[in-house]
T-cell receptor, first 111, second 108 residues
Framework: EAGVAQSPRYKIIEKRQSVAFWCNPISGHATLYWYQQILGQGPKLLIQFQNNGVVDDSQLPKDRFSAERLKGVDSTLKIQPAKLEDSAVYLC?????????FGEGSRLTVL | AQRVTQPEKLLSVFKGAPVELKCNYSYSGSPELFWYVQYSRQRLQLLLRHISRESIKGFTADLNKGETSFHLKKPFAQEEDSAMYYCASYTGGFKTIFGAGTRLFVKA
């Protein structure tokens, strides 16, 4: 069974630039999550999808972050414009029964 | 509000010594508790969940509703146990909240 796929693995941008991350969850997993993990901290939930609908985006900085999950499968997380404090690993996870399956993450460095 | 607390950022033990990683949760309902682990250069993965009551890689965790705790224990630590451990709480609405994590370092 293929795992959760994420790309790119690494991205370096300058502040005020934009970036997009892509996630392909495990086939059949209705729930998809984006987490932000800043160095030294635990994963922080940004947004949660159930199929293609948003369940929780209360922690998503909506002035600069956006996410979509078209057709209830792949998802894209975008940051525009990026700030220095957005430097983090962005983790995508999918789930059906409570156990989360994670991708390898996308490490963003904002200079 | 739902919250998961892991009081230790770093735990260092000698090989063969017992280890206990602490986790406390706050939630008014009945959450399901998990321990996730991240080994060096690997993705975050499930170690165990309280409803399964399994022992995985020698680790166990008991849910104590009175103390709202879900501590992870292993009687004899091994060097390969060195990793980052996260306690997580899963509630209704498919929402999973993570603690800040504890880095376990097992010394030879």
């Amino acid at each position: 069974e293929a795992g959760v796929a994420q790309s790119p693995r690494y991205k370096i941008i300058e502040k005020r630039q934009s970036v997009a991350f892509w996630c392909n969850p495990i086939s059949g997993h209705a729930t998809l999550y984006w987490y932000q993990q800043i160095l030294g901290q635990g994963p922080k939930l940004l947004i949660q999808f159930q199929n293609n609908g948003v369940v929780d985006d209360s922690q998503l900085p909506k002035d600069r972050f956006s996410a979509e999950r078209l057709k209830g499968v792949d998802s894209t997380l975008k940051i525009q414009p990026a700030k220095l404090e957005d430097s983090a690993v962005y983790l995508c996870a999918s789930s059906t029964t409570g156990e989360l399956f994670f991708g390898e993450g996308s490490r963003l460095t904002v200079l | 509000a739902q919250r998961v607390t892991q009081p230790e950022k770093l735990l260092s033990v000698f090989k063969g010594a017992p280890v206990e990683l602490k986790c406390n949760y706050s939630y008014s309902g009945s959450p399901e508790l998990f321990w996730y682990v991240q080994y060096s250069r690997q993705r975050l993965q499930l170690l165990l969940r309280h409803i399964s009551r399994e022992s995985i890689k020698g680790f166990t965790a008991d849910l104590n509703k009175g103390e709202t705790s879900f501590h992870l224990k292993k009687p004899f630590a091994q060097e390969e146990d060195s990793a980052m451990y996260y306690c997580a709480s899963y509630t209704g609405g498919f929402k999973t909240i993570f603690g800040a994590g504890t880095r376990l370092f097992v010394k030879a």
